[in-house]
């Protein structure tokens, strides 16, 4: 069995994650989202390569969303309106709550820019009918093989992983996650599964960034020093997210110096949002869900709502407005009046599209913007750039993809070069095979399959009572051989061997089996045979008066003399092993040495026979257990004399 | 009362009933029905029901035990007997034995065997019920919850560590994870209380418990990070010297990796575990403070044991991830941990305080404390190193709307000391901006701005004089007293002349005077430092004169006593030799620490933890001694009834105080000692003064006193080891006036010797005050006087009326406690020897007696005597060498036992006879005038153990 992997979006790049994933005769669709950079037919994934015929209720099992943003879900609405698609969609509550607001704002401003519509406002509640929603950690039944669940993910309210396992095969499709918490979220989470296949984001595949705190100082310390001054702060955000972290920060921050100075919302989305954050407390982080019984963290306390009378009204004040970047709406037109007073300080999000106003503002130090031919804007306020940013940071996606320790893993949503270079550190560091697909390109990866056999009842047995064993590993230490004293090192190991002494019997036309090591000979109806080696040479004698050189008639008395001989020899030689002198034998192991005093002993090779007047024969026998042990002392025997 | 007795007789009645029909069922070897069981239990369960009748019940079960083993039965039997033993106490013998019997306690099911193993670990009376080889064998059976259970109590059931340590390691491997867990957790209890120093047997135990870090289960891998932890600290202990520190940065990595679990309760135990290991290389210190592989440790790996590979880069940003935890609990952790290790490096020290500052923003006020706390404790320990960009969001701190994080904050404050003046004025603003916003921290504001006061004392003089408008009159003539500012200027202003720097230029004389206006207010928030009187009295004494010489003003040695004496540099140079002695020649590395390390090898961390415990003592004993103080002055005004009231219940309080910690029972003994000796002196002080009354006690009855008093007085200054120079001329002060007490009273007065006494003691004071310790008044008095009295008449040197007026100048100072004293101290006993074994003597030949003597904190140099005496005229002496009896160690700490045989010479002529033995200490200073005692000490003795009776009778052998 293989798993496939259609990037159909993100897949080098960042923008419309889509991710079409065969696993076991299921094919789930993760994300759809469109691109926010174009506006041709490159916006939407090519969902032809999923079905031909565009019978998309048969070609996918389901479709599961991350998030609410758009380059997660944008073409929704376009799939199962305008593509047909009827099937189940799985979000989380959140994203389905606040879905339709994404969907519906861009909707407005692809109307007022004038751009063909590619779905409509009946197509989106269309579209939200068929969601069903899941909660965190619910294992949901898709259909009788398809099992998925949802794992906290951070990144915005109501992001998560899912966890889809067919059979025998699982994999985590991580959408984008936050690996560190915010004010307002906490950090993704998820259990310790066992997983064939993980696909990661790779926002920052090579970032690493500071602490969270530098960035929030640097922040209050700018809002707090505008705001001693007498002067306002504009601060323009999209509706969702990053609003409600800073508004919880800067609430946090006047509670705790006791400041005064009013926080305002400019009315619209923001507002409805932070109602939408207030009911989703569940899904906020640690410290708001623990507060949420004495002080809900979104009841702020210091905000007001902004009316436009108050622009320039005196005194200081900090004001959110919509949009971000300030591409227009009331930010614009906020920022029109406050620009001109150097008193007053702008923050900018972390990244501005090319063309807006905010992106001016960061490229350099301007004294005008030219809005349009009419009119000029005077900037003499100060420029605060945030650098806040809800994906994780590399060193945060090798630690979860080191925690899942994945068999394979696949990079999306991330710059080619940089996810080479994370691809290089996952497969080197952690040693998981590693993919960065680029889109319409599938990946393949074999899965795991499990046989199901039964177990015979001595088996079970032998399971259920513990099986250990204490050894004492033994390995040569190579440090020590530099300074030439080798030195054995041994450590204290333990094993548990229940499940080896099990062996797994597939008969023909019969069910797999296991039963205990013990079972199986009579299983068999064999007898246990057992290889010994045998070997037999000549041992160069040094002559002595009281023996004989005549060495097949040695009587036994001589014999035990030449054994204990032989032992005393070995006991010098020989580091490890035990021997025992047994009269006519010696024994080490299993290795047995004795006089061989038959001229024709089968172990005997031929070319031995040399010169007999000074040798004795020895004949050998080991099991191959202890071959190597058998080999050394044989040599230790031929190299010495008698 | 008839309705009672009706219902008890109708209760024996029925119990009769039920134990004869049960008796009915047994003697038919009818197992007993349920029904039977349930009203045994009623039976049971009833308070009322008499012994005798649950005499039978017990009877009865045991009967059936014996006729049913059905297993359901059995388990409701089992039921019985737990109840029984635990609701009647004086029968669970009985019902134990029952519970040990071989259908239970023996039983082939598992279960039973749990149940009834449960029963009797419950009952606490698990003995040899089960030796090894059952355990083994319990434990190796199919019943996973018996070996749980097993596993879990192991400890309790007492084996030998081998067998534990291979169950335990053993279970490591169960398919079961709480079997696991549990095997973890045993292991690190063996860890923690046994004794291992076979390498191969920490080796296994320490890589099973890294294999276990990566369990698929939270609580599995929570304890084996326990497991590591203790595992690793007992490798690094047994490795190498050279390799000690690589393995003690292997094992902290290790430990380090797991920092990123998805599961709080594991990265709880690791932060927890990695403020465990002491000695970490700088190096990796760093790492933990970046998330970026820092270029020292790219390559650098460890392999503290075979197979065991592990990369510095693992442990790369650690802390950074910790602190900003979504979990509060982990923060503070986090910050905790931090807190141990900053004492190893000060440039780790220097970076982490650059987070610490950062965790002053954070959203949890537990956390925020922790970081200040965490920042008091480098300032303590002179790795903090404050810079512009900190302080300001330091101070920001001070306008916390938590009152304790505002509280620790000034603490922090009262211990700066800031290198420039910018720096200064800018926490003199913080410090005036809380006073503002938070106007209830008035009291602690201005002892902060006192202590900021007393650490720059140019600094506060030059910010004086540049407030100096503010703080005049207005022009109307009136003072605008009603500004918190300028009181807060005040307060700061008046701290100057006591600064600790030198040569401060002086402060205005009038604004002291000002400040008197201030007193009540200014004097609550010094309530620390000095009573309202003593404040009066030093600004009424600066407002005088410009030029104060504090010499004769007590104020100074009041001071004295206040904890945060010395200033700590808030902002020391990198460079300065004062704060880095250790890093500036061992190349960056913590080498010091490294050796203080090895040298004391496992038991580095047991010191740290007694000094903090004795610091936590000292602090106690010391308001203690702050207390007597008080009850002194009683004294001094006669009321000696309600002191000596009072210092009983000090007593009482000292006696309290545990003294488990070894160190910890000298200061506490040396406590008990001064609150006697004072209580000694305020009694003949209470007699001998003139006050209400006269001559309460007779002659004879004041000689006793003071013949107690002296002991009283030799003991505490002989019977004491480290004590410091101040300290020890405390305790002179005391002798001073013993004797000044005894020459003032003619009638008891033996001149020459209290005079000898007396000059004896002033000679070892001058002796003792060589270097900067001031004497107090009252000694350099009597010096005078003895110096006058000696120039002007040699005769007359028996002048009661001169030393009356001398005891005036004597006012109690208050002891305070710095050093940690050790009790010199004794047992002495005869082994089996009491008045039914008394030992064999020949009378007139000397006899022997074996005396097994045990000495604590002797020294070797000091004289020791064995006396021993039958009655008043025959006490004799026996010199007690220290330096014949062999001991192995030289240390002074250690308790030195042996067995000594004294002779005793004067055998008399009587069937049997009793003599006293006791141990004596020589005291070099007092010799001795009235008792010669031949061939004995020449000086007083202080005695170290109470006399022990030894029995002796004439033996019948000859």
Redesign the interface.
Same mark, same amino acid.
């Given at each position: 069995m293989a798993i496939d992997c259609l990037v159909l979006g993100a897949g080098q790049e960042v923008g419309k994650s889509c991710m079409v994933v065969s696993i076991n005769g299921k094919r789930i669709m993760f994300d759809c989202g469109m691109h926010m950079g174009y506006t041709d037919s490159r916006r939407y994934p090519d969902f032809s390569l999923i079905s031909k015929t565009g019978d998309f209720d048969n070609a996918l099992t389901c479709v599961i969303v991350t998030h609410f943003h758009l380059d997660h879900i944008g073409a929704l609405p376009y799939f199962t309106e305008v593509c047909g698609y009827k099937g189940p969609i799985y979000m989380t509550y959140p994203t389905k709550a606040l879905a339709p607001l994404m969907l519906e704002d861009y909707r407005k401003n692809m109307d007022r820019r004038g751009e063909d519509e590619q779905f409509t406002s009946d197509h989106i509640a269309e579209c939200m009918k068929k969601v069903i929603p899941v909660n965190l950690k619910q294992t949901v039944q898709v259909d009788k093989d398809l099992q998925i669940r949802a794992y906290y993910a951070g990144h915005v309210i109501g992001a998560a992983m899912f966890y889809a396992k067919v059979g025998d095969a699982a994999m985590v499709y991580t959408g984008d996650y936050n690996?560190?918490?915010d004010?307002h979220l906490?950090?993704a989470?998820?259990? $310790?599964l066992q997983l064939d296949l993980l696909i990661t984001e790779s926002t920052y595949a090579t970032t690493?960034?500071?602490? $969270?705190?530098?960035r *929030? $100082?640097e922040f @209050?310390k700018a809002v707090h020093n505008c705001v001693a001054a007498g002067g306002k702060v504009l601060i323009p955000t999209f509706a969702l997210g990053r609003a409600q972290e800073l508004c919880i920060l800067l609430e946090?921050?006047w *509670?705790?110096?006791?400041l005064k100075v009013p926080i305002y919302f400019s009315a619209g989305l923001t507002i409805q949002a932070n109602m939408y954050y207030k009911m989703l407390i569940n899904w906020t982080?640690?410290?708001i869900k623990e507060t949420y019984a004495t002080h809900n963290a979104f009841d702020f306390k210091n905000v007001r709502n902004f009316d436009r009378s108050l622009i320039n009204a005196p005194g200081p004040c900090v004001l959110f407005a919509t949009p971000g970047m300030i591409v227009g709406g009331f930010s614009l037109k906020v920022f029109m009046q406050w620009a001109p007073s150097e008193n007053n300080l702008v923050t900018l999000p972390g990244y501005c599209v090319a063309g807006t106003i905010g992106h001016k503002l960061m490229s350099g130090k301007l004294t005008k913007i030219d809005l349009d031919k009419d009119t000029q804007i005077n900037v003499r306020c100060q420029i605060h750039q945030l650098s806040f940013s809800p994906h994780t940071?590399a =060193?945060g996606i090798m630690?979860l993809v =080191?925690?899942l320790s994945p068999k394979h893993a696949i990079l999306v949503h991330g710059e080619k070069p940089k996810m080479a270079t994370l691809k290089e550190r996952i497969q080197s560091e952690l040693g998981i095979q590693c993919y960065c697909p680029a889109n319409n390109e599938t990946v393949t990866i074999p899965s795991t399959h499990y046989v199901k056999a039964d177990a015979s009842g001595t088996f079970i047995?032998s399971c @259920?009572?513990?099986n250990?064993k204490?050894s004492?590993c033994s %390995?040569t230490?190579k440090s020590y051989l530099d300074s030439n004293k080798s030195k054995a090192? %041994? $450590?204290?190991?333990? %094993?548990?061997d229940?499940a080896t002494e099990g062996i797994l019997v597939v008969e023909k036309g019969k069910k797999a089996k296991v039963i205990h090591q013990d079972e199986f000979l009579h299983m068999l109806g064999e007898k246990k045979h057992e290889i010994q080696f045998a070997y037999c040479f000549p041992m160069h004698m040094a002559r002595t008066e009281d023996l004989s050189s005549t060495s097949h008639m040695l009587c036994s008395f001589d014999k035990c003399t030449l054994i204990s001989r032989l032992s005393m020899i070995l006991s010098d030689e020989l580091s490890e092993g035990n021997i025992l002198d047994l009269g006519e034998e010696l024994q080490v192991e299993s290795f047995r040495v004795s006089v061989c005093s038959s001229d024709n002993c089968p172990h005997r090779l031929s070319s031995s026979l040399q010169n007999g007047s000074e040798s004795v024969f020895f004949c050998c026998h080991w099991s191959v257990a202890d071959e190597k042990l058998a080999w050394k002392i044989i040599s230790i025997m031929k190299n010495s004399t008698l | 009362m008839g309705m009672v007795a009706e219902l008890e007789r109708r209760q024996s009645a029925m119990e009769l009933h039920i134990i004869n029909s049960i008796q009915q069922s047994l003697d038919n070897n009818q197992p007993l029905s349920f029904q039977a069981l349930a009203s045994l239990r009623s039976l049971i369960i009833n308070p009322a029901t008499p012994d005798s009748t649950l005499s039978s019940v017990l009877d009865a079960l045991s009967r059936s035990l014996q006729l049913n083993r059905d297993p359901v039965f059995l388990h409701h039997a089992l039921k019985l007997l737990s109840d029984l033993a635990s609701h009647r106490p004086h029968l669970s013998p009985f019902a134990l034995d029952l519970l040990r019997s071989d259908s239970l306690f023996s039983s082939a099911s598992p279960r039973l065997v749990g149940e009834s193993l449960s029963v009797l670990l419950s009952l606490a009376s698990i003995g040899n019920d089960i030796d090894a080889a059952r355990f083994v064998s319990l434990c190796l059976g199919p019943s996973v919850s018996v070996r749980q259970c097993l596993l879990r109590n192991a400890e309790k059931l007492v084996f030998r560590e081998s067998v534990l340590l291979a169950v335990f390691l053993g279970f490591t491997r169960d398919p079961y994870p709480y079997v696991r867990k549990e095997a973890l957790d045993g292991l690190v209890k063996l860890c923690k209380n046994g004794d291992f120093d076979d390498r191969d047997v920490i080796e296994g135990c320490y890589c099973r418990a890294v294999e276990l870090l990566r369990d698929a289960e939270n609580y599995v891998r929570s304890a084996a990070v326990r497991a590591v932890c203790e595992w690793g600290r007992l490798l690094v202990i047994c490795s190498e010297d050279m390799n000690k520190q690589d393995s003690s940065d292997a094992v902290f990595i290790q430990l380090g990796c797991m920092v990123r679990d998805m599961s709080v309760d594991v990265r709880l135990e690791a932060f927890e575990a990695l403020g465990k290991i002491g000695l970490v290389s700088e190096d990796i210190l760093l790492q933990t403070l970046s998330k970026k592989v820092l270029g020292i440790n790219k390559d650098k790996a460890f392999k503290p044991v075979e197979g065991l590979d592990i990369s510095a880069s693992a442990v790369a940003g650690a802390y950074i991830h910790g602190l900003e935890d979504e979990f509060s609990e982990v923060r503070m952790s986090a910050c905790y941990s931090l807190r141990t290790l900053t004492v190893f490096s000060l440039r780790f020290a220097c970076e982490a305080l650059n987070l610490m500052m950062d965790m002053l923003n954070d959203d949890s006020t537990v956390v925020r404390l922790q970081a200040l706390d965490t920042i008091h404790h480098m300032a303590t320990s002179n790795h903090l190193k404050v810079e512009k960009i900190h302080i300001h969001r330091f101070l920001s701190a001070l306008v916390d709307s938590s009152s304790v994080i505002r509280s620790m904050t000034r603490k922090i404050l009262k211990l700066a000391k800031l290198p420039q003046f910018k720096l200064f004025k800018l926490c003199i603003d913080g410090l005036l901006g809380n006073l503002e916003i938070y106007p209830q921290d008035e009291a602690d504001v201005f002892s902060a701005l006192f202590h900021i006061g007393r650490n720059h004392g140019k600094f506060t003089v030059h910010i004086i004089e540049e407030v100096s408008p503010e703080m005049e009159p207005a022009s109307g003539g009136k003072l605008s007293f009603d500004s918190t500012r300028v009181a807060a200027f005040l307060v700061l202003a008046i701290s100057a002349p006591l600064s600790h720097e030198k040569d401060v230029s002086a402060i205005p004389p009038r604004i002291f005077s000002y400040a008197v206006t201030w007193l009540g207010r200014i004097s609550y928030g010094l309530s620390d430092l000095m009573n309202q009187e003593k404040l009066l009295a030093y600004l009424s004494e600066c407002s005088r004169s410009s030029t104060i010489s504090l010499a004769d003003f007590k104020i100074n040695e009041a001071l004295l006593t206040v904890e945060s004496d010395a200033p700590i540099p808030l902002c020391s140079k990198v460079d300065s030799p004062v704060s880095m002695p250790f890093w500036k020649d061992s190349g960056g590395t913590s080498d010091y620490h490294h050796q203080e390390f090895l040298s004391l090898g496992k038991s580095a961390a047991h010191a740290e933890y007694e000094l903090g415990e004795h610091s936590e003592l000292r602090k106690y004993v010391n308001l203690i001694f702050k207390k007597v103080k008080d009850f002194w002055s009683l004294v001094e005004l006669g009321c000696t009834t309600e002191a000596f009231k009072g210092i009983r219940a000090c007593k009482e309080e000292v006696a309290s105080f545990t003294a488990d910690s070894p160190g910890s029972s000298g200061a506490v003994a040396f406590t008990l000692q001064y609150l006697q000796v004072i209580g000694m002196l305020a009694k003949v002080w209470g007699h001998l003064r003139p006050t209400k009354m006269l001559n309460p006690y007779g002659v004879g009855k004041l000689e006793l006193l003071f013949a107690k008093l002296d002991r009283r007085l030799r003991e505490i200054s002989n019977r004491f080891i480290g004590l410091f120079k101040g300290e020890e001329l405390q305790i002179l002060d005391l002798v001073l006036v013993a004797c000044l007490l005894r020459l003032s009273k003619m009638e008891i007065c033996c001149c020459n010797a209290a005079m000898k006494l007396l000059l004896s003691t002033v000679a070892h004071v001058e002796y003792l005050h060589e270097g900067s310790i001031e004497l107090s008044n009252f000694v350099t008095e009597v010096k005078k006087s003895l110096h006058d009295a000696d120039s002007s008449s040699s005769s007359s040197t028996c002048k009661p009326l001169l030393f009356k007026k001398l005891l005036d100048s004597f006012s109690l100072q208050q002891f305070v406690l710095y050093g940690t004293p050790r009790y010199i101290h004794a047992e002495l006993a005869v082994p089996s020897n009491d008045s039914e074994n008394p030992l064999p003597f020949i009378p007139g030949i000397p006899a022997s007696i074996p005396l097994a003597i045990t000495l604590h904190n002797v020294l070797t140099e000091s004289r020791l005597w064995v006396r021993i005496s039958m009655n008043e005229e025959s006490t004799q002496f026996v010199f007690l060498d220290l330096n014949l009896i062999r001991n192995e160690k030289r240390s002074i700490n250690v308790v030195r036992e042996f067995t000594f045989v004294a002779p005793f010479y004067r055998t008399p002529k009587a069937i049997s006879f009793t003599v006293r033995a006791s141990l004596g200490l020589e005291c070099f200073r007092e010799n001795i005038d009235q008792v010669k005692v031949f061939g004995g000490p020449k000086c007083e003795l202080t005695y170290l153990c109470p006399e022990k009776e030894i029995f002796l009778c004439k033996s019948t052998e000859c």
């Open positions: 690996m560190t918490p004010r906490g950090a989470q998820i259990d $310790r690493i960034r500071d602490s $969270r705190y530098g *929030e $100082r @209050l946090d921050y *509670e705790r110096m006791n982080s640690q410290k940071d =060193k630690d =080191k925690f047995r @259920l009572n513990p250990f204490f004492t %390995s230490d090192v %041994s $450590r204290l190991s333990v %094993s548990d229940r | -």
